[in-house]
């Protein structure tokens, strides 16, 4: 069985520039998370999809960050414009359901 | 929200048991987790207990709750230089979705 995918693997921008990143979840996985860890910390949800709808977006910085779960299989999160504390592993997760969530490897940003 | 804590850093020789801990806020989290993190590697989920369970015993690993003081732990029987990695606690709390609350993870190293 095929793994969450993420891509890049890394990612060096400047600060004000836009960046995005891509998931593929688990096929069949109608829940897909994205999650930021920040350097020393654990990861912190930023958003969750049930299929293409959202469940939870209370922590995603709106003014920022958006997301997006066309059909309800890959999604993207776009950071625009980013910041310097936006540097983080940004890391895709899905689920069956409620389910065990499985992570990808995540996506390395770096915003100088 | 759910505030979970844990220590920052194990080191145990080779062949020792590591006890990694964690308290949690949330007392009505359903299902506690135990997740690995290599360098460079997503979250692997090593074990869950759920919170009606004391204890849970998975070949070398042992979880153990205490619901009373909000504190989970687990053992490692046995360590191996490949167990070194961050171990993340995580906690889904009650009343619905998938949210999990992680801790700032435990970095575990293993030394000959």
């Known amino acids: 069985e095929a793994g969450v995918a993420q891509s890049p693997r890394y990612k060096i921008i400047e600060k004000r520039q836009s960046v995005a990143f891509w998931c593929n979840p688990i096929s069949g996985h109608a829940t897909l998370y994205w999650y930021q860890q920040i350097l020393g910390q654990g990861p912190k949800l930023l958003i969750q999809f049930q299929n293409n709808g959202v469940v939870d977006d209370s922590q995603l910085p709106k003014d920022r960050f958006s997301a997006e779960r066309l059909k309800g299989v890959d999604s993207t999160l776009k950071i625009q414009p980013a910041k310097l504390e936006d540097s983080a592993v940004y890391l895709c997760a899905s689920s069956l359901g409620l389910g065990e969530a499985f992570f990808g490897q995540g996506t390395r940003l770096t915003v100088v | 929200g759910e505030d979970v804590e844990q220590s920052l850093f194990l080191s145990v020789r080779e062949g020792d048991s590591s006890v990694i801990n964690c308290t949690y806020t949330d007392s009505s989290s359903t299902y506690l987790y135990w997740y690995k993190q290599e360098p460079g590697a997503g979250l692997q989920l090593l074990t869950y207990?759920?919170?009606?369970?004391d204890m849970k015993q998975d070949q070398r690993l042992t979880v153990l709750l205490n619901k009373k003081d909000k504190h989970l732990s687990l053992r490692i029987a046995d360590t191996q230089t490949g167990d070194s990695a961050i171990y993340f606690c995580?906690?889904?709390?009650?009343?619905?979705?998938?949210?999990?609350?992680f801790g700032t993870g435990t970095q575990l190293k293993v030394e000959l």
């Open positions: 207990i759920f919170s009606n369970m």
């Open positions: 995580a906690g889904r709390p009650g009343g619905g979705g998938n949210k999990l609350t």
